[in-house]
């Protein structure tokens, strides 16, 4: 398993530093948004947005610099980028400082398939690739834990 270089680098810059706000892309269909993001953008205040979307092997998450753009897919709808900062997940995190990181592995996949953050109010950010799907939770469900067999490497 390769660790992705890019996201240690970017999460050892925003460490200790706060989340200002929190994007997301979303396919829109028959003017319905989906559930889950197809991407899901964090913006510290000392470094770029920082990307996170779904690899294509279906089971790592994959990191990049580049901006989230919405498009247009005709009759299969669009994609669409949302300000998601005031969704329950995220709410309690935005203008809050970044105390920790880790990189979320799965066993099973054999793949880096998250990221884990805490902050300074105690509160907490997974973002996980589960089945080519991104989820977000504050904390990981149990059954997840041990189907996956997730661990966690600390980048902090």
């Not at 995190?93 to 990181?101: E, F």
């Not at 950010?125 to 661990?151: A, Q, R, T």
Request: hydrophobic share 45%; with cysteine.
């Amino acid at each position: 398993m390769r660790l992705p270089e890019l996201m240690i680098s970017w999460l050892l810059t925003v460490l200790g530093t706060k989340l200002l706000s929190v994007n997301a892309l979303f396919h829109i269909f028959a003017s319905e948004r989906d559930s889950s993001p197809q991407e899901v953008g964090l913006q510290f205040n000392v470094a770029e947005l920082g990307k996170l979307y779904c690899g294509s092997d279906g089971a790592s998450l994959c990191f990049s610099l580049d901006p989230i753009v919405g498009c247009d897919l005709g009759e299969y709808g669009r994609q669409d980028v949302f300000r998601i900062s005031d969704e329950p997940c995220f709410s309690n995190i935005v203008g809050r400082r970044l105390v920790s990181a880790s990189l979320v592995q799965s066993s099973a996949e054999d793949a880096v398939i998250g990221i884990a953050l805490s902050f300074d109010n105690g509160a907490r950010l997974s973002i996980l690739n589960l089945g080519d799907e991104l989820f977000v939770y504050g904390e990981i469900p149990e059954e997840i834990m041990i189907s996956e067999g997730l661990g966690f490497i600390s980048v902090s």
